[in-house]
Each structure stands twice: as structure tokens, then as C-alpha cells.
């Protein structure tokens, strides 16, 4: 019976070697005398020791990230706040990192975020919540807080809570009727040409204002997202968005600021480029620099995602009719969107091996069809147990995993350096 070694050679090769450093890389994470490093981190010796499958987050590049999210919104001259998405990754000790760092508020979406981010160090003041279909038990926590930031999305949900605290400050969550997405994936849109659930449509505005003012609400707020993942070919659309948002700030004179959501994307293919923070902050600037507004941004995925890695380790190497698959001790379970969204976590050796590259299907542990990490994608051929990385698993993975076909233990290591 032939081994993976052979199965590797059997694989097509792919054609000359491209000498170009890899797209992904950066500072801190690249090879460094043959062995990938994620800060000081050799992931190789980390896998080895800890076991895979293992989520590792460097928390100095999350906090470079926010650093740099700063700049360019300083840069442009507008009063900001950012509160991290938590929904992209709740890791307690990532949490409690941030809370200690004071570069972020939280973005919360649950009574159980609630919770959690207290819990992690967030102060109830700077924690900022817009969750949708709320219950009345969900009304009834939210109710208890008097300083947490709520922006409701819905009629009903601001007339249970006026009733429950008349005269507080509120916020709306709007719909302008606009998308956005990473490539122009619609499953990536919260809004745009179909109606969704998320938001108060301009039509519905009037109702929303009177019954604030039945309930001596103050609406000083407006939030919305339009979308995940944009790059700077999407700012365009970006700039769409905005302006329709100027429809509803109008009609409100009592807002203090004006939340743009999240959305911010980092590159996961070679075609991609990063975003241009500088022209992105530029853009908002445009639409709100004159409005007397302060400006808040609930990153998730540009914070999280590519300070992770999730560590995995081959299981086997065999030709299946034309295809070559790789397989890896890590289902989609524990990074779920690039089976259900398109949005690649690319597999990369920890310790690349000698030899040509060649083309392979990789995939994970789980049985469902849609398992696969990627397709036709170049790896130095591997052997049982070699290490590999799947990178851009800082966000959206950890915190959607399943246990899925009981495929859910996995270890979580959080990196300080």
C-alpha cells in the first residue's frame, strides 16, 4: 500500500516556483530559517507541544490593529470611539487583554455578551449593544443597565423598552438600504436590494420618533452595518451607504453620534490588497465631518482575524481519481466561514519540506461535503503529522465552532509577544 510520501508524488506538480514572498506575510508572521513564526512563536514547536488542533492568537497584533484603526481616524479629524465586535472572537483572555489595554469599548449583541464582557474587565459604560428580534426577558436585563449604550432595530423592541424605562437615552439601529460585502458576496450584506431584518427602513422612521416620543426616549444615536469583510474596491459602495444615512440623521436632532458599524475586511486571497485605512477614514470623514458627530466603529474580523492561526497537522496524503487530497485533523466546525461564506482560511506548512510544489484538496475531519479547507492549492509535498497553518482564523472561528460529529475539542493559546 502506497504512503503519503508516495501519494505526495503523485500529486501534479505545479509550474516554476514563484520566489515572491507568500501574500500573507508580514513582520510577524512569516518563515523564518524554514520555520513559520507568528511573533516570536515557532508554530511548529508550539503544535507539538500543546497538540492540534489549536487556535493561537497574537494579542500584540490585535492591539497594532486598533492602534492603527486610531491613526487613521485621528487623521482625519473626527471624534471616534471603536468598541471591538466580541462576536469575531470572545476568548476570555483576549477579552480581559483588551479591557487592560483601554483601546476599545465592546460591541455586544446578547444579554450573554453582556455578561461575558463584564466579566473580561469591559466597564458597563463602554460596552455598546445592538442585538435584534429581542425578547422580553432580553428587554428585561438591558433595563437593569443605565449606562450600557442600546441601539434597538426594531419598533417593537424600543416601545417594550420605553415602557420599561421612559425617558433614557436610546439609540436606533437603521437600515439605509444599501450593501456591502467582501467581493460583493450577498450572504456578506445586512442590507441592500432585499429587505432584511436588521434595521429601521427611512419609511418607518416617523413611527420610530413618535414612539420615542410617547416614552420620553431621546434618540441620540444612530447605528448601522451594511455588511462584513470590504476592501478598498468596495469603498465605493461604501461611500453609498453613508450618504443614505445622512437621510435619517437629518430628521433627528437630538443625536450625539453616529455608529457605522463594522465591516472592515483584511485580504484573504493573493488578489486582494489591504485596506487602505487612510482613504477608508477619509471616506467617513466626507459623509459626517461637518454633522458636529462623534463617529463610533465596531471592527471585528479587521481586529481579530489575522492576528489567528488555527494549527492543524496532516492525516493523510491520497489520490482520489484526479485529486489529490491532503487531509488535516481540523474540520470546518472550528472555522466556519469558508464553508459558508467563501472566505479562505489558506493553508500554509508550518516546516515547508523540501521538493517541488504541488496541487492539492485539503480537508478537514468532519462528514459533510462541504469539509474543505481549499482546492488545487500548491504545499511542498507533506508527510503524516506535519504541521500546517490555517491562517486568518482570529475571527469567526473560535467563536462560531461547533461540535459538529463530536469534532469540537481543540486547544486555545493566546500569545503575549
Same mark, same amino acid.
Given at each position: 500500500?502506497?504512503d503519503? *510520501?508516495d501519494?505526495?508524488?503523485?500529486a501534479?506538480?505545479?509550474? #516554476?516556483p514563484?520566489?515572491t514572498?507568500?501574500w500573507?506575510q ?17 508554530l #511548529?514547536?508550539?503544535a507539538?507541544k500543546?497538540?492540534?488542533? *489549536?487556535?493561537?492568537?497574537?494579542a500584540?497584533r490585535v ?5 492603527r484603526l486610531?491613526a487613521?481616524?485621528?487623521g482625519?479629524?473626527?471624534?471616534h470611539?471603536?468598541y ?5 472572537n470572545?476568548?476570555?483572555?483576549l477579552?480581559s ?10 460591541d455586544?449583541c446578547s444579554?450573554g455578551e ?11 459604560d463602554e ?5 435584534t &428580534?429581542?425578547s422580553a *426577558?432580553d428587554?428585561?436585563?438591558? &433595563?437593569r443597565f443605565?449606562?450600557l449604550?442600546?441601539n434597538?432595530?426594531?419598533?417593537a423592541?424600543?416601545?417594550r ?6 425617558g ?6 437603521i437600515?439605509p438600504d444599501r450593501?456591502?460585502g467582501y467581493?460583493?458576496? #450577498?450572504?456578506?450584506q445586512?442590507s441592500?436590494l432585499?429587505?432584511?431584518k436588521? $434595521?429601521i427602513y427611512?419609511?418607518r422612521?416617523p413611527?420610530?420618533?413618535?414612539i =420615542?416620543?410617547?416614552?420620553g426616549l431621546?434618540i ?5 452595518h451594511a455588511?462584513?469583510g470590504y476592501?478598498?474596491?468596495?469603498l465605493d459602495?461604501?461611500e453609498?451607504v453613508?450618504a443614505?444615512?445622512?437621510d ?5 436632532? #437630538?443625536l ?6 463594522? !465591516?472592515l $475586511?483584511?485580504p484573504?486571497r493573493a488578489?486582494?490588497?489591504?485596506l487602505?485605512?487612510?482613504r ?6 466626507? %459623509? @459626517?465631518?461637518d454633522?458636529?458627530? &462623534? ?6 474580523d479587521f481586529?481579530a482575524?489575522d492576528? !489567528?492561526?488555527?494549527l492543524t497537522?496532516?492525516?493523510y496524503?491520497?489520490r482520489?481519481?484526479?485529486v489529490a487530497?491532503?487531509g488535516?485533523d481540523a ?6 466561514e ?8 489558506e ?9 517541488p %510544489? ?5 480537508v478537514g475531519?468532519?462528514n459533510e461535503?462541504?469539509d474543505?479547507? =481549499? ?5 511542498p ?9 490555517l491562517?486568518n482564523a482570529? !475571527? @469567526? =472561528? *473560535? ?7 463530536l469534532?469540537?475539542a481543540v486547544?486555545e493559546?493566546l500569545?503575549?509577544?
Open positions: 500500500m502506497p503519503s *510520501a501519494i505526495a508524488r503523485a501534479p506538480e505545479t509550474e #516554476d514563484d520566489t514572498p507568500p500573507w508580514r513582520d510577524d508572521l512569516c518563515h523564518r530559517h524554514g520555520r513559520l513564526h507568528l511573533g516570536s512563536c515557532d #511548529d514547536s508550539l507539538r500543546v497538540g492540534t488542533p *489549536a487556535y493561537v492568537i497574537r500584540p492591539a497594532d490593529n486598533l492602534r486610531h487613521a481616524l485621528d482625519a479629524g473626527l471624534d470611539r471603536v471591538y465586535a466580541i462576536k469575531a470572545r476568548t476570555p483572555q477579552l487583554y483588551l479591557a487592560a489595554q483601554g483601546l476599545c469599548g465592546a455586544i444579554p453582556l455578561m461575558h464582557a463584564l466579566a473580561c474587565g469591559f466597564r458597563e460596552i455598546s449593544f445592538t442585538g &428580534s429581542l *426577558a428587554i428585561d436585563v438591558l &433595563s443605565d449606562t449604550r442600546i434597538f432595530d426594531s419598533l423592541a424600543l416601545r423598552f420605553g415602557r420599561a424605562c421612559p433614557r437615552d436610546v439609540g436606533l439601529r437600515n450593501g456591502i467581493g460583493g458576496n #450577498d450572504m456578506l445586512y441592500g432585499e429587505a432584511t436588521f $434595521g427611512l419609511d422612521l413611527e420610530a420618533i413618535e =420615542a416620543r410617547e416614552h431621546r441620540t444615536r444612530v447605528h448601522f455588511g462584513c476592501l478598498d474596491r468596495e459602495q461604501l453609498r453613508l443614505a444615512s445622512r435619517f440623521i437629518a430628521r433627528l436632532p #437630538d450625539t453620534e453616529v455608529n457605522i458599524g463594522g !465591516g $475586511g483584511v484573504h488578489s486582494d490588497r489591504p487602505d485605512l487612510d477608508w477614514a477619509a471616506t467617513v470623514a466626507a %459623509a @459626517y465631518g454633522s458636529g458627530l &462623534s463617529v463610533a466603529v465596531e471592527p471585528g481586529i482575524k492576528a !489567528g492561526i488555527l497537522s496532516v492525516t496524503a491520497e482520489r481519481k484526479e487530497f491532503l488535516l474540520g470546518f466546525n472550528l472555522a466556519m469558508p464553508a459558508f461564506y467563501g472566505l479562505p482560511c493553508p500554509v506548512p508550518a516546516v515547508p519540506r523540501d521538493g %510544489a504541488r496541487r492539492y484538496t485539503v475531519n468532519v461535503a462541504l474543505k479547507w =481549499a482546492e488545487d492549492h500548491p504545499l509535498p507533506p508527510q503524516d503529522g506535519d504541521v500546517i497553518a491562517i482570529g !475571527g @469567526y =472561528a *473560535a467563536a462560531m465552532r461547533s461540535d459538529h460529529c469534532r469540537g486547544q493559546v500569545l503575549v509577544d
